[in-house]
Nanobody, 123 residues
Framework: QVQLVESGGGLVQPGGSLRLSCEAS????????IAWFRQAPGKEREGVSC????????DYADSVKGRFTISRDKTKNTVYLQMSSLKPEDTAVYYC????????????????WGQGTQVTVSS
């Protein structure tokens, strides 16, 4: 399994921005599809975005399209989730996950997961 570590979460006001990072110390993330998921209290885990390893193509949940951007920095072995125009309903624990490919519908059947980072959007 790939060991993943998320960072960058925190408290932000509605309309604000945060950038989450997903790193792996012993694996090259460029070889994997990397996805971001989130889980709010009392709700199921929800797919947010995914980036393929083969061609860098991306996918987003409808709820975040136009506000979130997923990207890779190969030199830093890091995948980012840039979140803008944040809303209270974006509050959740955000997880990154790795597998061979992204899947249709951003389903949570990825093989490796990080521990998560809390994002709270509140005034």
């Amino acid at each position: 399994q790939v060991q993943l570590v998320e960072s960058g979460g925190g408290l932000v006001q509605p309309g604000g921005s945060l950038r989450l990072s997903c790193e792996a110390s012993e694996f090259t993330l460029d070889y994997y599809a990397i996805a971001w998921f989130r889980q709010a209290p009392g709700k199921e885990r929800e797919g947010v975005s995914c980036i393929e390893s083969s061609d860098g193509s991306t996918d987003y949940a409808d709820s975040v399209k136009g506000r979130f951007t997923i990207s890779r920095d190969k030199t830093k072995n890091t995948v980012y989730l840039q979140m803008s125009s944040l809303k209270p309903e974006d509050t959740a624990v955000y997880y990154c996950a790795a597998d061979l490919i992204c899947n249709a519908g951003l389903k949570a059947d990825f093989g490796s997961w990080g521990q998560g980072t809390q994002v709270t959007v509140s005034s």
